[in-house]
């Protein structure tokens, strides 16, 4: 198996398991207490930030953005090429999926089920703006500063964080989003929203591109490693 390839699948089987978590767990929370929405936001988010945290800490040294919003800020700032991006991204994609139909079947759900829960205005689009450039400030932040090992703690920390502070509850990642439409559970997102919440990650993407030239100038600090300690060893193998 090539790097890319085993690249792709890490990518695949990690967003796979990361929305298996957001949703499962929503599905879990709703019924483990019907009554008390604070609460099952509290139990989404602390799973949700507890994957994230493991699954880099177990996939960083092959691949672990599971994010085309990541990876394509990889892109723009030199460390992958175009066709790296499309593969990666393509894996994302279908691993998004692949963990809504797996959480679905786990629960005695229907493998599919569009989501009816809308989600728009105004509040909610530039609550996702700020969730994705503040989450791709804290990768490439931590990576750029010489802390890759810390990604982890970081990512899960903010966004256990973040489902909190911004009212959209910090999708701030395009697979998740698209993935989240075939549930019609708690962490659903109606069709109809998805497109807006797109735009506004790709936008809120690219302030944090913006931001990281500006902050970390520097050439020989392009972190080719935030989501892969051994890019340069994949590509030998």
């Known amino acids: 198996m ?22 499962g767990s929503g599905i879990a929370a709703s019924r483990l207490s019907p009554d008390d929405v604070g609460l099952q936001l509290l139990e989404n988010a602390l799973a949700t930030g507890a994957v994230l945290t493991a699954l880099i800490i177990a996939l960083q040294p092959v691949s672990a953005a599971f994010n085309p919003v990541v990876t394509l800020a990889e892109r ?24 809504t139909v797996l959480a679905n079947l ?7 089920g569009i989501s009816t829960h809308q989600r728009t205005g105004a509040g909610l689009w530039l609550a996702e703006v700020v969730a994705t ?63 807006p919440f797109l735009a506004m990650q790709v936008l809120g993407g690219v302030l944090a591109a913006v ?19 051994n890019t340069t060893e994949g590509h030998t193998r």
């Open 2 to 23: 090539n790097g890319l390839t085993r690249r792709a699948l890490a990518e695949l089987v990690g967003t796979a398991l990361l929305v298996a978590t957001v949703v």
């Open 76 to 99: 723009w700032l030199g460390v992958i090429g175009w066709r790296e991006a499309g593969v990666l991204v393509g894996a994302q994609a279908a691993g998004g999926i692949l963990g």
């Open 106 to 112: 786990m629960f005695d759900l229907p493998a599919v």
């Open 133 to 195: 450039a503040g989450l791709l400030l804290v990768i490439f932040g931590t990576a750029r500063s010489g802390r890759k090992d810390m990604i982890a703690v970081a990512v899960g920390g903010y966004i256990t964080a973040a489902y909190w502070f911004t009212s959209s509850t910090s999708f701030a990642n395009p697979a998740v989003t698209v993935a989240r439409m075939f549930s019609d559970t708690f962490a659903g997102i109606a069709p109809a929203s998805v497109l």
């Open 211 to 229: 931001l990281i030239r500006l902050l970390y100038p520097r050439a020989e600090q392009v972190a080719a490693d935030i989501t892969t300690e």
